[in-house]
Each structure stands twice: as structure tokens, then as C-alpha cells.
């Protein structure tokens, strides 16, 4: 990757050190591997991406799940205080479908026991809190540029760090890839999907561990100057289009959209809870007359990789069941379009009665 882009993206996150790295689940496991995980706890919020977790297992950690916060989806930094007992080697602050994680409250349980933050900004970098960039609020930040990401190629991703030592460390690791670690890890999560009946969890495994690449992919280096010109050229559209989407949906009867922030806010998928069943029916069916696509995503991590009792973490279980995703795409156009069309199927919808959802 060329020096110039490199500077860019320093300018952009205003951190000292940019490592192109080969995906998003690449790059939190090499940040990990760095800190020293082996053997050890990390927490992860229990409503985030299959990749965290699958993360932390290939860098030889084990994964434990803290529940999130109903405001905005992100880890309840209250659950991780109580969490953080002596065998925690770090913890991984998702920004939860675009919104900050809450990493200045995080910092003050997790700094006086010397606990590093890694911060996942894979679904929300672009916005910012302070005017400081998500991706750089952590000790450690990681960003993708997969599959229907804010910057959307094949692969690739960046971790972004002030540290000096630690990005000579991740160059190193990059250079001497352990594939007999990562060919351990495959088999040995393999083996835990078949005992355990997760069958149906193969083809993400399979996504997943093709991520699992620690070097930037050499195919994408000239895709990206582009890709990444465009995001930033058109990222202050983007924001105004978001803050319209979030303002069409919120129009409909019983949808709850998250706080708005101008700056901090750039969701890879635009996300609303809809707490009432019969609401989400009728939401779900309005978006589709309107031929808008909405998604639903990431349940809990009961499946393979985190073991959760049924008590555990019931808010990210109340969130998975409500939180309904549209998949606008970064680009302005689409978004204002899509925000043009929730408006105009929440206008035509016959059904909506605020009283019926109370
Ligand atoms: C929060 C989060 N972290 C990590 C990843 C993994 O990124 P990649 O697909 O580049 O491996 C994703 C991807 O969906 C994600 O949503």
C-alpha cells in the first residue's frame, strides 16, 4: 500500500501508526496476539458480529460475553466492571451498528487494572465523538473494508494504534503468519460445531475463517485509494441522508430509532428497535410494499463460540429480537432514496395506528 494513502488515513483517524491488515477478524486477532491473550478471558458485548468472538479463539483467548446497553447496543461498561476479574486480558468495545462505544466510561474500570480496549470500529468508522475518529478511542482500533462495510471491497481493513512498539509487533506477526495456529483453530471449531448441532453456523465459519487473513490483500491495493476517496468525498451527504432515514423511520408507530449524533454516528446498516411484535410485523411489512430491504441481525452468542446460560445477558437478547436493520448502502444516493421511500410507504401505509402499538 502506497505511502501516500497511508499518510491519508493517518490524517483522517489523526493516529500515529496505520497497519494495513487483512480483514477486519484479522486484524482484531493479530491486536490480540499482541497484547497477549493466550489462555486468557476477553470480553466481547454479547450482541456483536460472529467475527469478534471467532477472533479472540484464534488468538488462543477465550471469548466471554458481557451484556449490551438497550440505548444504543454497545457494552455495558456497569457488566463489564463486574466482569473484569484478573484472568480478563482485554476487552473488545464494539461500536455497535455504527454507535460509539462508550470507551471514556470503559477506560475508567479498565485503566487502573492496566485492561487494554480494543476498540472494533468495523461497522461505524467514519464517525466521530469530540471530533476525535472512531477507530482511535481505544488503546487499539481495527477497521474493515469487507463485505457491506462503510468502505465496501473483497477484504482488507486497518488497525490503528498510537503505539509505536505494538504496530512494529503486528508488521512482524504480519510478516511470519503462524499457520499452524490458525490450521489448529480450524479444526479445533470445526470439531465444536459438529458435536454441538451448529451445522447451520458452517457457511459464516467458512466466511469467517477466509478472513481470517492477517495480510492486507495484495488485490485490493488499487481498489482502495478509490473506494476511499469516494467514502470521504461523500461522507458529509451520507450523514445528512442518515440523519433523514433515521428521521423517516421514525415516524412509523412504535419503531425507537437510536440517539442521533452528527458527528458519531455512521452505521454500515442503518438500525431501529421495534419493541412490539405486532409493530415489527406491520414495520416489516410497510418497508417491504415499498420494496425497501430491511435485515435482522446477529443473535445472541449462544452459538458456538460463547456459552451463554438463559439468564445471561437478557438485554442483548431483548435487543436481537427487536432491532431491525436497513441495508443502505455509504453512498448518498441510495440512502436519500431509500429515506425517500420509507417516508413516502409510511405516508401510503394504511395500518398505522400509533394507539395499537402502546
Ligand atoms: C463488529 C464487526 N467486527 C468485525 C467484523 C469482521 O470484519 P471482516 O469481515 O473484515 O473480517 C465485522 C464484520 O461483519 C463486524 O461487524
Redesign the pocket.
Known amino acids: 500500500m502506497g505511502s501516500r494513502l497511508l499518510e491519508q488515513f493517518r490524517h483522517f483517524f489523526g493516529c500515529e501508526h496505520v497497519v494495513p491488515v487483512g480483514?477486519?477478524?484479522?486484524g482484531?486477532s493479530l491486536a490480540l496476539r499482541c497484547i497477549g491473550v493466550r489462555g486468557r478471558a476477553v470480553l466481547v458485548p454479547a450482541l456483536?458480529?460472529p467475527?469478534?468472538p471467532l477472533a479472540v479463539i484464534a488468538a488462543g483467548g477465550v471469548p466471554r460475553a458481557v451484556d449490551v446497553l438497550r440505548a444504543d447496543a454497545t457494552i455495558d461498561p456497569a457488566a463489564v466492571a463486574d466482569a473484569l476479574t484478573t484472568d480478563v486480558a482485554a476487552i473488545i468495545a464494539?461500536d455497535s451498528f455504527g454507535y460509539p462505544a462508550r470507551i471514556a466510561e470503559l477506560r475508567r474500570v479498565a485503566d487502573p487494572l492496566g485492561c487494554p480496549i480494543v476498540e472494533?470500529a468495523?461497522?461505524a468508522y467514519g464517525g466521530r465523538v469530540d471530533g476525535v475518529a472512531l477507530g482511535t478511542l481505544g488503546d487499539i482500533g481495527v477497521v474493515?473494508f469487507?463485505?457491506s462495510k462503510n468502505v465496501w471491497l473483497d477484504?482488507g481493513?486497518l488497525l490503528l494504534t498510537d503505539d509505536r512498539q505494538l504496530a512494529a509487533e503486528v508488521l512482524a506477526m504480519q510478516q511470519a503468519p503462524d499457520y499452524r495456529l490458525l490450521s489448529r483453530v480450524r479444526s479445533r471449531v470445526t470439531l465444536k460445531l459438529m458435536l454441538s448441532g451448529h451445522e447451520d453456523w458452517f457457511p459464516a465459519l467458512v466466511r469467517?475463517m477466509g478472513?481470517l487473513r492477517y495480510a492486507f490483500p495484495a488485490h485490493q491495493a488499487q481498489m482502495l485509494p478509490v473506494a476511499w476517496r469516494a467514502f470521504v468525498d461523500e461522507l458529509p451527504h451520507t450523514l445528512a441522508n442518515l440523519k433523514r432515514l433515521a428521521g423517516a423511520a421514525a415516524g412509523f408507530a412504535g419503531v425507537e430509532t437510536f440517539e442521533y449524533s452528527a458527528e458519531g454516528w455512521l452505521p454500515w446498516r442503518y438500525s431501529v428497535r421495534v419493541p412490539q411484535e405486532q409493530a415489527r410485523v406491520s414495520f416489516e411489512a410497510a418497508m417491504a410494499a415499498a420494496g425497501v430491504p430491511l435485515t435482522h441481525l446477529f443473535p445472541p452468542l449462544t452459538g458456538p463460540f460463547v456459552d451463554l446460560g438463559p439468564d445471561e445477558c437478557p438485554e442483548a437478547r431483548r435487543l436481537s429480537e427487536m432491532i431491525v436493520n436497513f441495508k443502505h448502502s455509504a453512498r448518498a444516493a441510495d440512502t436519500q432514496a431509500m429515506a425517500e421511500s420509507v417516508e413516502s410507504a409510511i405516508a401510503a401505509w394504511p395500518g398505522v395506528d400509533g394507539a395499537g402499538f402502546c
Open positions: 480483514s477486519g477478524t484479522g482484531l456483536t458480529c467475527a469478534v464494539v472494533d468495523c461497522q474493515s469487507g463485505y477484504a481493513g469467517h478472513l
